[in-house]
């Protein structure tokens, strides 16, 4: 089990001077390759009386998270994901590939939007064995390369028997990974010839499975490139836009605004190596 603990992800609106917490990721095991993208432990710890927020461009995939405190499925936060950290704390948390959000919830995506449910809600009895072996396991040292073995174990034997992956879920997943790997996908009609799907087809399938629209898919892909190059700080707002298919600056600069509330330049000061 190989752990990455030092990148910060695209989607991660993380301030470069917040030493708050650390995320050791995990790649699933063979096999899982359709159900889950990656496992995740952020462990943290912030001075009393601070607070240090966590903000998110989430990817299009449900979330299943288990902390000391709670436990929780989360579907697609369509604006911006905040979490604020305080005191000390550890969370397990799985990052979904596309297909697998309904296959745990049993049914469609579009209940779960904006919103969260207590695992044990969503898996009956499977959440609550769950979550039986992730919290002892954490209890010790919550850094421990045993600790997080044992955690992502019982994770993966929870979901193990959601697979195989449905055909309608590959074909999801296929969708998701043809429009965060293209930035010349710029139109949902482009996702329609890619597929032979009709426009109204496309929206059913991502409705029910992600539980949100494929221009949606298409804006949260531009939007995650775009903080990714301004973090970086070696391109203008213009550039950015430009490389992202934009009409304008302006265009960019609106769509930013609407879901992060900064500007992207302000974006850029704040957040930039």
């Known amino acids: 089990m190989k752990a990455d603990s030092d990148r910060i992800e695209r989607a991660h609106l993380r301030d470069p001077d917040d030493a708050s917490h650390v995320i050791h990721r995990y790649d699933p095991d063979p096999g899982f390759e359709g159900l889950v993208q990656r496992f995740w432990i952020p462990v943290w710890s912030v001075p009393p009386g601070r607070e240090a927020p966590q903000k998110v461009l989430q990817y299009p995939v449900a979330l299943l998270v288990v902390a000391s405190g709670y436990a929780r499925f989360y579907g697609v936060a369509s604006g911006l994901s905040t979490t604020v950290l305080t005191g000390d704390g550890w969370a397990v948390g799985v990052l979904c590939a596309p297909a697998a959000g309904s296959l745990v919830a049993r049914g469609s995506m579009a209940a779960y939007t904006d919103r969260h449910a207590e695992l044990a809600d969503v898996l009956g009895s499977d959440g609550d064995r769950l979550v039986e072996r992730v919290r002892p396991a954490m209890a010790g040292d919550p850094h421990s390369p045993g600790?997080?073995?044992?955690?992502?174990?019982?994770?993966?034997?929870?979901?193990?028997?959601?697979?195989?992956?449905?055909?309608?879920?590959?074909?999801?997943?296929?969708?998701?990974?043809?429009?965060?790997?293209?930035?010349?996908?710029?139109?949902?009609?482009?996702?329609?010839?890619?597929?032979?799907?009709?426009?109204?087809?496309?929206?059913?399938?991502?409705?029910?499975?992600?539980?949100?629209?494929?221009?949606?898919?298409?804006?949260?892909?531009?939007?995650?490139?775009?903080?990714?190059?301004?973090?970086?700080?070696?391109?203008?707002?213009?550039?950015?836009?430009?490389?992202?298919?934009?009409?304008?600056?302006?265009?960019?600069?609106?769509?930013?605004?609407?879901?992060?509330?900064?500007?992207?330049?302000?974006?850029?000061?704040?957040?930039?190596?």
């Open 147 to 273: 600790a997080h073995r044992a955690a992502v174990s019982a994770f993966a034997d929870a979901l193990r028997p959601l697979l195989p992956v449905d055909a309608e879920g590959e074909l999801v997943n296929r969708v998701v990974a043809f429009v965060e790997s293209d930035r010349d996908v710029v139109r949902v009609a482009q996702v329609c010839a890619e597929f032979g799907l009709s426009g109204r087809a496309l929206q059913r399938l991502v409705h029910r499975r992600l539980g949100l629209t494929p221009k949606w898919l298409i804006q949260r892909r531009r939007l995650q490139e775009a903080a990714g190059r301004l973090r970086d700080g070696d391109t203008t707002v213009g550039e950015v836009a430009a490389l992202l298919g934009y009409a304008d600056q302006p265009h960019l600069t609106r769509d930013f605004v609407r879901v992060t509330g900064m500007r992207p330049g302000e974006f850029a000061a704040r957040y930039g190596r």
